[in-house]
């Protein structure tokens, strides 16, 4: 048996400082050819390894490094390559063409993975499909990898994950693929066979975190059949099914039963999986013990943890235990060592992803060896954690007063406003809007000059005089070509906003934020999530000066544009020391202050978005009640203050609407805009099918990939639109905000949207 002691589940790929996005970026605008980009990816791939063989991990994966996304590579990797892309013969340009589509094709769907903010391009999938198995990128990654000392492991996703998060082109009724798996299953067991070439002996990781889901569960007399044949694909492989982001009992108890080597349970979101030990022991299975959070960047209590894995050995043994990280690492920042700004209080109570091996390195030393066997480094770590841990329950900047009090007061907040058809027809009669009225999501491109005159001001290059009047002349210059295009609800083009959430944050009481602290969202973009350390409130109104300016300019509706507590929440690291619920109502009294000030200064349309709000969903539906409830309470306490003229907008990024039409429906924004453009009319059906009566304004094109959709295709668009809802439910925009395009794609796709418009206003006679 191998006797490695500590494993990494997967590791962040876009780079400490972002090489790889600038790389992506670069190539993607013709400045660089496709040689340079692989250059840069060797020299991260070899320097992660290297980080991770430093810190003493056992085991290291290969596989885990994507250019756009391992759904993606998993899809390359099996040859299940979509029908419409085979007309492509270069494989990078098809593989770039399937994430972000060219000229001449749209891009595959895109979602969240679970119930992260990272996005994965969904599998499309029909009966019949041919495969092909290429192993040259984990070929060359496995080599590599030895050469570099470390000791591989092959990441790949599972069957079962694959399908249930693919869809039907052949179907449009399934929910998933899964009615395929014995189709897919001998490419699966032709992968495996291929992969056992690379070595006398591989150890692979199959990534199956379906089986923490209420899917998962109806899958679990499927589990056993197919995993005794995966295991016994080829005897010299050594495979473990790793699950994470819950628990995973139900699946366990028939994966124990297979051939495989070992199962890896999430202990830090999935405390349940204790329940699962039994079996694991029974059957003699090695353990891959996640207990290093892979979701948050609060330094482990290492003292907590080992009292954890002593309750876990208990019952299987430490001879059988590996330590591991609860998911991969993708989901934290890189490593505190270039945070200069950030206060050495709270840097202390941190740990993002070197760091975090580094705890997982020590963690193994106390529980396989003892306090004693540390040397005088890990002695003074240990001390060092112990001290951030108890220093963090006692500060004074977590708790604020004025918060409490106003907290006390909650429950007065928590309702709806009045009914809808009598705020409707209000909205209607103040802005006598027309049926299919055109509008954008929020933001529009963040050019390089844009960025430059934030970083000028930031670093004190300029004053806030000469900032403001900067920031002034991108809007002004943004709401003429809203009006010479002919939009008929306007926006401001947030120009002073880094980030949605990070904008926000930083004018927050409570909240840090990292110079680094990047994290992948999809392809080559990353967000840098704020750190919630402490309660919550607003010193000072944060957008009214921006937004009045952008309405003075213009006779036409201007939205306010705020982003949602509940988004707020899932889109930050946010402190563990009290329930989420608590830090969302903190921060939806925020909001509201805010949305009560834009209304106060004249603003009528008032955008809360809520992009974030299905992927903080539990993964298990007896879990999702309390969700719901506190995330549905915070939209209105954020909201229930707008007076009923004043109309309340949000947005979500592309979700499965079907399960959580209810909860659309009863946050009771007056219109809520949705990412649509991927999938046509079937999500507005979820919609139609539903009764749903507010306005909506599903997205007629993609802002995710860099193509021009022409005047014909978002008529069609339109027209599917109008299939499932009359004209005057709906609203006209893209499917996102546009800050990450460029205004050479964003001017032409907006013009043909109004012509579109216009176009099918004229065919009904509007």
Request: hydrophobic letters at 40%; a negative charge.
């Amino acid at each position: 048996m191998q006797t490695f002691r500590t494993w990494v589940t997967g590791f962040a790929r876009i780079g400490e400082k972002r090489e790889l996005k600038k790389a992506l970026e670069s190539y993607w605008k013709g400045e660089s050819d496709f040689q340079a980009l692989e250059s840069v990816a060797d020299e991260l791939k070899a320097r992660h390894w290297r980080y991770q063989k430093e810190a003493g991990i056992g085991m290291v994966s290969v596989g885990d490094f994507s250019y756009y996304d391992q759904t993606l590579d998993m899809i390359e990797t099996l040859g299940l390559i979509p029908d419409r892309f085979k007309d492509i013969e270069d494989p990078v340009a098809r593989y770039f063409a399937m994430a972000r589509g060219d000229a001449d094709h749209t891009a595959m769907e895109m979602t969240k993975w679970f119930n992260t903010n990272y996005h994965y391009i969904v599998p499309e999938m029909r009966k019949g499909m041919a495969w092909r198995i290429d192993t040259s990128r984990i070929e060359a990654e496995y080599r590599a990898a030895k050469e570099a000392g470390v000791t591989p492991k092959v990441n790949l996703i599972g069957p079962f994950t694959l399908l249930a998060n693919a869809k039907r082109t052949d179907d449009l009724q399934a929910d998933d693929a899964l009615g395929l798996l014995e189709e897919i299953l001998p490419a699966y067991e032709a992968l495996l066979i291929a992969i056992a070439r690379l070595d006398e002996r591989v150890t692979v990781q199959i990534d199956e975190p379906i089986f923490v889901t209420d899917k998962g569960v109806k899958l679990t007399l499927l589990i056993e059949r197919v995993y005794n044949r995966l295991a016994q694909a080829a005897s010299n492989l050594d495979l473990y099914v790793v699950t994470y982001f819950d628990h995973a009992s139900e699946a366990v108890a028939r994966l124990a039963r297979t051939p495989i080597r070992g199962i890896g349970l999430d202990f830090i979101h999935g405390p349940e999986n204790l329940d699962a030990l039994e079996a694991i022991a029974l059957y003699g299975k090695r353990l891959i013990a996640g207990v290093i959070d892979g979701r948050n960047i609060w330094v482990s209590d290492l003292e907590a943890k080992l009292t954890l894995l002593e309750k876990i050995a208990e019952k299987v043994g430490k001879e059988r235990m590996v330590l591991s990280t609860s998911c991969s690492l993708l989901h934290v920042p890189y490593t505190l060592k270039y945070e200069e700004k950030l206060d050495d209080e709270i840097k202390s109570w941190l740990a993002f992803g070197l760091e975090k091996l580094d705890e997982l390195s020590l963690l193994s030393r106390l529980f396989f060896d003892g306090p004693d066997a540390l040397d005088a480094r890990e002695a003074m770590a240990y001390a060092k954690n112990r001290e951030a841990n108890a220093t963090r329950k006692v500060s004074k900047r977590i708790f604020d007063e004025a918060v409490r009090t106003r907290m006390a007061e909650i429950e007065a907040l928590k309702l709806k406003r009045e009914p809808f058809q009598e705020r409707i027809a209000a909205q209607h009669s103040r802005f006598d809007y027309p049926p299919l009225c055109i509008t954008t999501i929020g933001s529009f491109p963040q050019t390089p000059e844009v960025r430059s005159v934030r970083r000028d001001f930031k670093k004190g290059l300029i004053d806030e005089a000469a900032y403001v009047e900067k920031m002034r002349g991108f809007i002004a210059e943004c709401v003429a070509f809203q009006e010479e295009i002919g939009l008929e609800v306007l926006v401001h083009g947030e120009f002073e906003r880094n980030d949605m959430v990070e904008y926000f944050g930083e004018q927050l009481c409570g909240v840090a934020f990292s110079e680094n602290g990047w994290v992948q969202s999809y392809g080559s973009r990353c967000v840098k999530p704020p750190i919630i350390y402490g309660d919550v409130s607003r010193p000072a109104p944060m957008t009214v000066e921006w937004i009045t300016y952008a309405q003075s300019l213009t006779e036409k509706p201007m939205k306010g544009m705020l982003t949602g507590p509940v988004t707020i929440l899932n889109w930050s690291f946010v402190r563990d020391d009290q329930p989420r619920s608590e830090t969302c109502y903190q921060i939806a009294l925020a909001i509201r202050d805010e949305v009560d000030d834009l209304q106060k200064a004249g603003i009528g349309m008032i955008q809360v978005d809520e992009a974030a709000f299905k992927e903080g969903y539990p993964l298990r539906d007896a879990d999702r009640p309390a969700y719901e409830t506190f995330a549905l309470e915070s939209f209105w306490i954020t909201t229930n203050v707008a007076e009923r003229e004043t109309q309340i907008h949000t947005h979500m990024c592309y979700s499965d609407f079907n399960d959580i039409i209810e909860t659309i429906e009863a946050m009771d924004a007056d219109v809520i805009s949705i990412e649509t453009a991927r999938s046509g009319n079937v999500l507005l059906r979820v919609f139609k099918n539903h009764g749903y009566e507010k306005e909506i304004g599903p997205g007629v094109y993609d802002i995710h990939s860099p193509r021009v959709p022409s005047v014909e295709e978002i008529e069609k668009q339109i027209e599917a639109l109008l299939e499932v809802l009359p004209a005057r439910q709906l609203w006209i925009n893209p499917d996102c905000g546009l800050k990450t395009r460029r205004w050479e794609e964003v001017k032409p796709s907006l013009k043909n949207m109004v012509e579109a418009t216009r176009n099918v206003r004229r065919k009904l006679g509007l």
